[in-house]
C-alpha cells in the first residue's frame, strides 16, 4: 500500500496552507486590526474563529465523507445539495474570490510602481491569469509544482514580513473605532467571513485528495487522515500569519491614514518600514499568496462543474478564467462591497453545514435534523445578507428585534432554537428503516 512520506506529508500541509492563503488573509487581517487598535487580541480571536476554526472543521468533515460537498449536502436531497454547491462554488470562484487574488496582488505589487489605471490593470490580469491557466491545465501536478515550490518560497517571505511586524512596529497600537471598542469579539468573528475560507474549504477539499490520489493512493482512511493532518498544518500556519499581520495593522494608524482597504494599509506599513525597496518584498508575498489560492479555486471549480455538466475540464477552467479576468477588471472595493452582502448570506449556511454534518451521529435520521434547520439558516441567512447591503428594507418587527441582529447573526437564536425542536422531532420519530449514511 502506497503511503505518504515526512516530506510529501509535509508538503502536502504546505499546499493545503497555499490553497488558502489567498488576497483576503493577508489584506483583511491587517485592516482589521487596523480598526481594532488596542483591542486587537479580541478581535484577532474572534477572527481566528471562522477563519482558521471553521475552516479546519470543514478539512476535517469533508474529510470524514471522501473529500467532496456531495457526501456533506446528501441528507438535504440531491436538488437541495446542487443548488448550494452552485452557490458556493461561484462564489469562492469567478464571481468574487478568484477575481480578487488578481486585482489584491495587483493593487499592492503594481500600484505603488505604475500607478492605479485601468490600463495597467487589464496588462496585469491578463498575465496573471494566463499564468495560473498553466496551472490549472494540470492539477495532478498542484502537489509538486505549488506544495514543494511555491509554499516554501511564500513562507520564507511570510517570515520576513511577519517577523517585521513584530520586531519593528510602526507605532504602538492606537484606539479601537467605536464598533470595535464595544464588540471587538463579534466584529473580528464577521471580520473572518470576508476571507471566504470556509467556503474555500467546501471547494479545496476535492483539490487536496486529488493531489493525494496524485500520488498512487486509493485508501480511503488514508486519505482522510492525510487531509485531517494537513488541515492542522494549515491551521498552524494561517494563525501566525493572521496574528502578525493584526499587529501590524494595529500599529499602523499613524502611517495608514485613510487607508481605505487592507491592501493600502500592508503597502504603508512596508514602505514606512523598508522604504519603496521593501515594496518588492511585500509585492512577491502577495503574488504567491494570490496566485497559489487563484490556481486552487479554478481547479475546484472546473473539477466540480465539469462533473455536474458532463462537460471537459478544459473547457471549464477556459470559461471560468476568462469570466474571472473580466471581473477582475472593476477593482478591489468594488469587488469586496459586492461580495459581503454574499458573504453574510452564504456563511451562516456553510457553519450550520459543517456543525451538522460533524455532530450527524448524535441523531437518528440526519435529514429529519438537516433540512429543516437548514431551511431556516438559509431563510435568516438572506435576511441577514440583505441588511449587509446598507439599504433600507422593510422587515417585520419580530426580525429586527432578534439577538444579534445588528450585527448579521440574527440567524443564530432561531437555528438554535430550530435544531432543538429538529432533534426532539428526530427522537420521538425513532431510527429510519434505511440508514442514510453508511
Known amino acids: 500500500m502506497v503511503r505518504l512520506k515526512g516530506f510529501d506529508l509535509l508538503a502536502l500541509g504546505f499546499l493545503t496552507f497555499a490553497l488558502f492563503l489567498g488576497a483576503g488573509n493577508i489584506i483583511f487581517p491587517a485592516s482589521a486590526g487596523l480598526a481594532a487598535g488596542d483591542r486587537l487580541w479580541s478581535t484577532a480571536a474572534g477572527f481566528l ?4 476554526g471553521l475552516p479546519l472543521l470543514t478539512v476535517v468533515a469533508l474529510a470524514r465523507v471522501g473529500g467532496g460537498m456531495p457526501g456533506l449536502t446528501a441528507p438535504l436531497g440531491r436538488k437541495a445539495g446542487v443548488l448550494l454547491a452552485v452557490a458556493v462554488y461561484l462564489a469562492v470562484g469567478p464571481l468574487f474570490a478568484t477575481p480578487r487574488t488578481a486585482v489584491v496582488s495587483f493593487e499592492i505589487g503594481v500600484v505603488p510602481f505604475v500607478g492605479d489605471s485601468a490600463l495597467a490593470l487589464l496588462i496585469y490580469t491578463s498575465l496573471y491569469f494566463a499564468v495560473a491557466l498553466f496551472f490549472v491545465l494540470s492539477p495532478g501536478r498542484l502537489l509538486d509544482r505549488v506544495g514543494k515550490v511555491v509554499t516554501p518560497v511564500l513562507l520564507l517571505a511570510l517570515l520576513v514580513l511577519g517577523g517585521a511586524a513584530l520586531f519593528m512596529p510602526a ?29 474555500g474549504a467546501l471547494v479545496f477539499g476535492v483539490v487536496i485528495a486529488t493531489a493525494v490520489r496524485g500520488r498512487g493512493i486509493t485508501d480511503l482512511g488514508l486519505i482522510t487522515r492525510y487531509t485531517s493532518i494537513a488541515g492542522l498544518i494549515a491551521a498552524v500556519g494561517l494563525s501566525a500569519v493572521y496574528l502578525s499581520l493584526f499587529y501590524l495593522g494595529a500599529g499602523s494608524h499613524e502611517v495608514a491614514q485613510g487607508a481605505e482597504n487592507g491592501g493600502q494599509v500592508l503597502t504603508a506599513y512596508v514602505e514606512h518600514t523598508f522604504g519603496r525597496g521593501g515594496i518588492l518584498l511585500l509585492s512577491g508575498v502577495i503574488l504567491l499568496a494570490c496566485l497559489t489560492t487563484g490556481v486552487g479555486l479554478l481547479v475546484a471549480c472546473g473539477e466540480f462543474f465539469s462533473d455536474l455538466l458532463r462537460i471537459p475540464y478544459s473547457l471549464v477552467v477556459w470559461v471560468f478564467t476568462l469570466f474571472s479576468f473580466a471581473v477582475s477588471n472593476i477593482g478591489l472595493n468594488q469587488l469586496i462591497s459586492l461580495s459581503i452582502p454574499v458573504m453574510a448570506g452564504l456563511y451562516p449556511l456553510a457553519i ?45 418587527w419580530m426580525l429586527d428585534r432578534l439577538p444579534l441582529a445588528g450585527l448579521n447573526l440574527g440567524w443564530v437564536v432561531p437555528v438554535v432554537s430550530t435544531l432543538a425542536l429538529a432533534i426532539l422531532w428526530d427522537r420521538i420519530h425513532g431510527r429510519p428503516l434505511l440508514q442514510e449514511r453508511p
Open 49 to 52: 474563529l471562522t477563519g482558521v
Open 171 to 199: 507605532g504602538a497600537p492606537g484606539a479601537a473605532s467605536d464598533s470595535y471598542r464595544e464588540q471587538p469579539m463579534l466584529n473580528g468573528f464577521l471580520d473572518g467571513y470576508l476571507t471566504m475560507d470556509a467556503l
Open 352 to 396: 450550520v453545514l459543517v456543525v451538522l454534518s460533524l455532530l450527524d451521529r448524535f441523531w437518528l435520521s440526519s435529514s429529519r435534523v438537516m433540512i429543516p434547520v437548514m431551511a431556516v439558516t438559509l431563510f435568516f441567512g438572506m435576511i441577514d445578507g440583505f441588511r449587509s447591503t446598507g439599504v433600507d428594507v422593510a422587515l417585520p
